[in-house]
């Protein structure tokens, strides 16, 4: 079933239109959908629907809601915090973090992170990111599209987190506890915040201003990972500790 992402859906009333020109030729003239066609909406709220066209025109087109599926309570919150890598790859750590159910994304600006976003392309860069998160939702069967931040730096961050949350610091300064060993201790509805470094990995003074705002310093494992792979590789983990 073809799945559609609109924001302000509104599954309380009985039809939902909509009049994006870009999704009603998607739906219209690439998918060449009909009138009667079921498909499945969900919208900002992490509500989902299964609906039927009922009209379609070049302007709008209606849809008859069928059954609404309410948003899924009780998951702890997984926020990523990841400096940006070289040649394009945060746009791929989106959709595979996306895709294992991350639910917010804060690019990350250290002393070594490579790949700085300047702030007069920012909004550019983040619609395009969005953009990458609704696809992966959409084909992931997500009902909800995580958040993505504007670019902060490390100490923004810290002075942000959560204080009921778990903050997991990997890093490769021979922290001796593995990630794993400190989920399985904590509460798995407690908010979980992940940090991932740059290439070349924190600094020595980033570590320590990370454990004096309460960040746990953990191990990835033995081997050295890429940015790319670490953030995978530690949100899987993750959520696959702290399921319900």
Do not use: W
């Amino acid at each position: 079933m073809y799945r559609f992402y609109f924001s302000d859906a509104d599954f309380s009333k009985p039809s939902v239109v909509i009049n994006d020109t870009h999704e009603i030729h998607h739906i219209k003239d690439v998918l060449r959908l009909k009138k009667g066609a079921l498909v499945q909406i969900f919208n900002a709220k992490s509500e989902q629907a299964d609906v039927l066209i009922d009209q379609i025109n070049e302007t709008a087109i209606n849809f008859r809601v069928q059954s609404v599926k309410p948003k899924e309570e009780g998951q702890a919150k997984i926020i990523l915090v990841c400096a940006p890598p070289k040649k394009g790859k945060f746009e791929f750590i989106i959709e595979k973090c996306t895709e294992l159910g991350v639910d917010e994304i804060i690019p990350l600006k250290t002393k070594r992170t490579e790949v700085v976003f300047k702030e007069d392309k920012m909004a550019g860069k983040l619609n395009r990111f969005e953009a990458v998160a609704i696809n992966a939702a959409k084909q992931s069967k997500r009902m909800k599209v995580p958040q993505i931040h504007p670019m902060r730096t490390l100490p923004q961050v810290l002075q942000t987190l959560d204080p009921h949350g778990v903050h997991l610091f990997p890093s490769l300064h021979n922290h001796s506890k593995h990630i794993a060993d400190v989920l399985l201790k904590a509460d798995r509805h407690q908010p979980v915040t992940i940090f991932i470094g740059p290439e070349g990995d924190f600094t020595p003074d980033e570590v320590a201003l990370a454990i004096k705002h309460g960040c746990v310093p953990v191990s990835l494992g033995d081997t050295v990972l890429k940015v790319e792979t670490a953030a995978i590789a530690a949100v899987a983990l993750v959520k696959f500790l702290c399921r319900n």
